[in-house]
Structures are given as C-alpha cells and as structure tokens.
C-alpha cells in the first residue's frame, strides 16, 4: 500500500510539473503563431497523445517471453524493452493518464484560442465555431486513439521493442 501512495504523489507531481511546461510552451506559442501554425502544434500535441496512449495500451498487452529472446541476443533496447514491462502498470499510468491527459488538456487549451482566432477571421458565430473546432479536436483524438489501440495489441512486442531501442539511446553505456 506504502507502494502505491508514493506512487500517486509521483503522479501527481510529475502531472503538476508536466503540465505547467506544457502549458507554458503551449500558450507562449498560442501568442506568438499564426492560425495555419497554431493548428500544426495542435495536431502535434493530439498525434503525441495518441502515440503515448498506444505505447501504454502495448505495454500491458506484451509478453515478457517474446522480447527475452532478443535480450538473450543482446539486441538494444531488449533488456529496456522488458523493464518496460516489468513496470507496466506504472508505464502504462504515465503513458495513458499522464501523458495522455495532459495533451488533452492542452489540445483543448490550444482548441480555444484557435476558435478564438478563427472567430475573428470567419463570420460564424462563435458557438457555432466552438462546436466545430471541439468535434475535430474530438474526433481526431478519439478515432485516433481507438486506430492505434487496436495496432498497439496486434504489435505489441515490436511497439514495446521500438520503445526499448528509443530509450537504449538515452542511457548510458
């Protein structure tokens, strides 16, 4: 149990700094971009949740056999690929609700200041203009997430694997 309460306050710290970074690129952008690149970052931050929530959706649905092998071969990334796995419940966590939450929130963020410029440039009705940009926004992430998860459980090990290359590039030797 001891466990799990550090590991929410992790959480909770790790979402509070995650999201003050995040929002502060986001916003300091928001101010700085015009619609055409505004819209860009905002399919940037969707397109990162997706492939955060698919690499989270993978890490519960991979088996630990299948990437000893390549452990045993001393492939990179294998012996990260099964510390992955070895913590999956709190990789998928931090993929899924974490990571994934907060580019939620901040498509939304951005979402909001897009329909605001939009606003000022198209002569809809704001309401009008909210409800599209929210429904795209909507479906983008929610088509794309449902598309991935469905790629993550049939690639499973060689999603996990990829992830175990990328994070093999980062650690020391």
Do not use: R
Not at 3 to 32: E, G, M, R, V
Not at 82 to 99: E, F, G, M, T, Y
Not at 139 to 149: M, N, Q, R, Y
């Amino acid at each position: 149990m001891k466990n799990n309460i550090n590991w929410i306050y992790k959480a909770f710290l790790l979402s509070f700094i995650l999201s003050i970074i995040f929002s502060s690129i986001s916003t300091t952008i928001a101010d700085k971009f015009n619609m055409i690149i505004l819209t860009i970052i905002l399919i940037v931050v969707i397109m990162i949740g997706i492939i955060f929530d698919m690499i989270g959706v993978a890490v519960l649905t991979s088996k630990e056999a299948n990437l000893h092998a390549k452990a045993t071969k001393k492939l990179k990334g294998a012996k990260e690929a099964i510390s992955l796995l070895k913590n999956a419940s709190q990789v998928s966590s931090i993929c899924n609700d974490v990571i994934g939450d907060i580019c939620g929130i901040i498509s939304g963020s951005l979402g909001a200041v897009l329909t605001i410029g939009l606003a000022g440039i198209f002569p809809f009705p704001t309401t009008i203009t909210t409800i599209l940009v929210t429904a795209i926004i909507s479906s983008l992430t929610v088509g794309g997430k449902a598309i991935f998860k469905d790629i993550a459980n049939k690639n499973s090990d060689k999603i996990v694997y990829l992830v175990g290359k990328i994070i093999s590039i980062f650690k020391k030797s």
